[in-house]
């Protein structure tokens, strides 16, 4: 329970920062998404095996906090992504949870 907890804070330097400075330069998108991607499966996996909160606990509240800073690096990005493109970007991450949680 103590690493679930401790993973709750893994990426709170990097959005203190972002928040602190309102800037995005050196964040690199392609592996915000990667991270993001890659802790979706691992915490989808576990979900869909029906394992204890406590075996995937750590991957999903890292997720979590990957998935808030792609959200900031939206907001801040020189180009804008504007809220259509983060409503269609949302819209594709819920269709691929239908998909993994049983779509047809």
Do not use: D, H
Not at 23 to 42: K, P, Q, R
Not at 49 to 66: C, D, H, K, R, S
């Amino acid at each position: 329970m103590a690493i679930i907890v401790a993973s709750c804070i893994n990426k709170a330097p990097v959005i203190r920062n972002i928040l602190k400075s309102k800037n995005v330069v050196g964040l690199s998108m392609a592996a915000s998404y990667g991270e993001v991607i890659l802790y979706s499966n691992a915490a989808f996996y576990n979900i869909l095996q029906g394992n204890p909160f406590t075996a995937y606990g750590e991957t999903f509240m890292v997720l979590i906090q990957n998935m808030l800073v792609v959200t900031l690096i939206w907001s801040y990005t020189k180009n804008g992504f504007g809220i259509a493109n983060i409503a269609l970007a949302l819209a594709a991450y819920c269709a691929y949870l239908y998909v993994v949680f049983g779509g047809e």
